[in-house]
């Protein structure tokens, strides 16, 4: 179910694996949305959720939490 699987995405993004992801792709990006540049309040965005657990630094994308949520509301607009 949806419900399972978030679970087990909350539970990976506690990871060492992913904590260490997630810095990487914050340096890559400079510690800066790659949206708008704005340093504050960064996510790191999955471009795609296959690979979640074995993704690469070029699956992830930097993105401030405005930015982040503003991407996700226009994808559901289109589903």
């Known amino acids: 179910t949806d419900e399972e699987k978030d679970i087990?995405?909350?539970?990976?993004?506690?990871?060492?694996?992913?904590?260490?992801?997630?810095?990487?792709?914050?340096?890559r990006a400079g510690n800066k949305c790659q949206t708008c540049g704005s340093p504050d309040c960064l996510n790191i965005h999955h471009n795609s959720y296959l690979n979640i657990t074995y993704e690469s630094i070029e699956d992830l994308f930097c993105m401030c939490k405005s930015c982040h949520t503003k991407f996700h509301s226009k994808i559901k607009l289109h589903d």
Request: zero cysteines; hydrophobic letters at 45%.
């Open 8 to 27: 087990i995405y909350n539970r990976y993004l506690k990871t060492d694996h992913w904590n260490e992801l997630r810095i990487l792709a914050l340096l």
